[in-house]
T-cell receptor, first 112, second 114 residues
């Protein structure tokens, strides 16, 4: 079993829709939670970063972490065709080593 | 643009060869991480350096090695290359402290082993 599970999709939505992307994780040591966006063959771009449980909002993006259920979510409001990309969740433990463990990524297409 | 640079962008080589990938972190970042992204394994952590010293190791093969130099740039050396080593290799950097989990990725080096 992978430490971070993510539905690979693909997910296709119409422009303006609310998108919900989700991951689950198994390691209770994970304290930091991130969402990255990756366009084809490009480097992952950090979208959202949260520590422990709670919500964080940045423009059209909202990240949620529920440590009790080990569930991570990213919501995209008013989705745009430019949001079409692969979205990767990532987690990291506390401590001096902060290597990221990634989900497999969800491929999102927003149709105009 | 994340501020992390990687060279070369593309590398095509043959089995059994050795290559060196280079990474320059964002200005002021002391930590450098290397990741490998392949179709079957996804994005996987290889190794971390902090201010010149190895901090953590992931699923890095013995044929692979890395170092971080005094000017903080890092190199990933891949030797005795196999077909299965074909992948995207990313470098990421982060600052020290509570936000060190925020890692910023470079554009990657695409390695093709023929």
């Amino acid at each position: 079993q992978k430490e971070v599970e993510q539905d690979p999709g693909p997910l296709s939505v119409p422009e303006g829709a609310i998108v919900s992307l989700n991951c689950t994780y198994s390691n209770s040591a994970f304290q930091y939670f991130m969402w990255y966006r990756q366009y084809s063959r490009k480097g992952p771009e950090l979208l959202m970063y949260t520590y422990s449980s709670g919500n964080k909002e940045d423009g059209r993006f909202t990240a949620q972490v529920d440590k009790s259920s080990k569930y991570i979510s990213l919501f995209i409001r008013d989705s745009q065709p430019s949001d079409s990309a692969t979205y990767l969740c990532a987690t990291s433990p506390s401590g001096s080593a902060r290597q990221l463990t990634f989900g497999s990524g969800t491929q999102l297409t927003v149709l105009p | 643009d994340s501020g992390v640079t990687q060279t070369p962008k593309h590398l095509i080589t043959a089995t059994g060869q050795r290559v060196t990938l280079r990474c320059s972190p964002r200005s002021g970042d002391l930590s450098v991480y290397w990741y490998q992204q392949s179709l079957d394994q996804g994005l996987q952590f290889l190794i971390q350096y902090y201010n010149g010293e190895e901090r953590a190791k992931g699923n890095i093969l013995e044929r692979f090695s890395a170092q971080q130099f005094p000017d903080l740039h890092s190199e990933l050396n891949l030797s005795s290359l196999e077909l299965g080593d074909s992948a995207l290799y990313f470098c990421a950097s982060s600052v020290r402290g509570a936000t060190e989990a925020e890692q910023f990725f470079g554009p990657g080096t695409r390695l093709t082993v023929l």
